[in-house]
Structure formats: C-alpha cells, structure tokens
C-alpha cells in the first residue's frame, strides 16, 4: 500500500508559479511510476506529467510543455510539479498518482494509488 498526500495548492494571479508536493509512504518509492493529474469543474481528469522511478525520464501533456516540470526526490518520497506562467485554464484540482512500472501512462485508469488532491486556482 501507497498512502499520497499532496500539498501546495493556492490562489494565484495569472502568471505567478507554484510547486505542488506528493508526499509517500513507504519504503519502495523509488520503483513507482508517479504521476500527476488534473480535474476542472464539468471536464475529465487529465494527465499533466509523469515521470519514471529513476527521475530520467518524463513526459507532459501539451498544453503545459515549457512551463510545468514535474521531479522527485527519492530519499524524501516525494514528487514535485513546478508550475510557472500558471493560466486560467490550469484551474482545477490536482492530484498525485502512483503505480508500478518503468514508463509514465497518460490514462487514469492505469494508476493505483492516488492522493486525496489539492485545488489550485488561478484568478485572470
């Protein structure tokens, strides 16, 4: 078992920045494939990034390329999304994911192990 618990959600102007954090428990972090998702009032959840269990690889969804940049620290159990030049558009609830494997899948029905999210929001 997985316990997630992300952090770091606001209120923000257009443009302003934050880093959301996922905190995991257990000892065997480092094998999951960790991943970050997005649900906006009325709309699906949508993959944002992921990133495998080394931190070598990682792959985002278009409309963030360039200003998200997902990581992890594996000492502290934890995987990070910074998010600059943050849009309207990215308003939603954020949520960490895990699950075993070497490669990030965009589908949330792939993952395992979520966290409860955290709301960002992001005034024009």
């Known amino acids: 078992q997985v316990q997630l618990v992300e952090s770091g959600g606001g209120l923000v102007q257009a443009g302003a920045s934050l880093r959301l954090s996922c905190a995991a428990s257990?000892?065997?972090?480092?094998?999951?494939?960790m991943g970050w998702f997005r649900q906006a009032p009325g709309k699906e959840r949508e993959f944002v990034a992921g990133i495998s269990p080394s931190g070598s690889s990682t792959k985002y969804t278009d409309s963030v390329k360039g200003r998200f940049t997902i990581s992890r620290d594996n000492p502290k159990n934890t995987v990070y999304l910074q998010m600059n030049s943050l849009k309207s558009e990215d308003t939603a609830v954020y949520y960490c994911?895990?699950?075993?494997?070497?490669?990030?899948?965009?589908?949330?029905?792939?993952?395992?192990?979520w966290g409860q999210g955290t709301q960002v929001i992001v005034s024009s």
């Open positions: 994911a895990a699950r075993w494997g070497n490669k990030a899948p965009r589908y949330s029905s792939e993952y395992t192990y």
């Open positions: 257990g000892r065997t972090f480092r094998s999951y494939v």
